[in-house]
């Protein structure tokens, strides 16, 4: 077995999250969110890194858990909640995702959302 030193790894996830930022970044601007093209480029992809990392430091991979979240943080952004909100999000999210609670996690930050909205 190929073992990648620390940092190859960290190329290798900075590589991944480069292109999943890519990729996020085009569907958010495609999303029918009323207010998608409003969202400067460069806190976009600022954001998104943070997700992504986030995530990533709680061992989480899964790539439509990570993308979900992303999808929620840059919404409660244009809702213009707290950083402390924001990042309160995230860390229940990863909690629950790291306990195969992803979706339910999903549904509660939802319904926060929709409260603060």
């Known amino acids: 077995m190929i073992e990648f030193t620390a ?3 960290k190329r290798a996830m900075r590589r991944d999250c480069r292109i999943w930022t890519e990729f996020m970044v085009e569907a958010w601007y ?23 990392f986030a995530c990533r430091e709680n061992d989480i991979e ?10 929620k943080v840059l919404y ?11 990042t309160a999000i995230v860390q229940y999210f990863c909690g629950n995702a790291r306990a195969g609670n992803a979706d339910f996690a999903t549904n509660w930050i939802e319904t926060y959302l929709e409260e603060v909205d």
Do not use: W
């Not at 858990?65 to 992303?70: A, N, P, Q, W």
């Not at 409660?76 to 924001?86: F, K, P, R, T, V």
């Open 30 to 52: 495609m999303s029918d969110h009323p207010h998608a093209t409003e969202y400067r480029a460069a806190d976009l992809v600022s954001d998104l890194r943070k997700v992504y």
């Open 7 to 9: 940092d190859q790894e």
């Open 62 to 71: 899964n790539v439509q858990h990570i993308s979900l979240l992303g999808f």
């Open 76 to 86: 409660a952004n244009m809702l213009g909640c707290s950083q402390e909100d924001i």
